[in-house]
């Protein structure tokens, strides 16, 4: 559930911050062996970004489906289009059975998405910039 609060410009900073380390990170892992765990720190910088962008807006997302609600809410903060929230949406139930039922994620998803989800990234910095 979105929850209107007061807008919080450092711990959005701070969560910037942390996705751009995580961000850094993916590149120093080999894409034939960590497949899974590239493609779930993509999902997590991701998230990150999202949430900051809706703490500069006065937003947070509590709850059961608050990660679900904020890829949702990115079509309103960020301006996404429906297929980007679908790709988000995909790579966020892709994640939750990685990290919580054991499944891999194939290499050919990173394939076929990474270049989405760079794109993804690059427009959610650029709204967060934006506002900061």
Known sequence: MLHKVFPDKEKAKSMFNMALERERSIFFLEKTKFTTIIA???????????TA???LNGVKAIGENA????INSMK?????NDEEVSILQDL????????YEG??????????HKGNLLSI??????EFMKRT
């Open 121 to 126: 990234i690059k427009k959610l910095k650029k």
């Open 76 to 80: 309103k903060h960020a301006n996404l």
């Open 53 to 55: 962008v809706l703490l």
């Open 92 to 99: 966020r139930l892709r994640r939750n059975k990685s990290m």
């Open 40 to 50: 779930e720190n993509y999902y997590e910088v991701i998230k990150e970004i999202a």
């Open 67 to 70: 990660h679900k609600e904020v």
């Open 103 to 112: 499944k891999q994620i194939n290499s050919s998803y990173l394939n076929n």
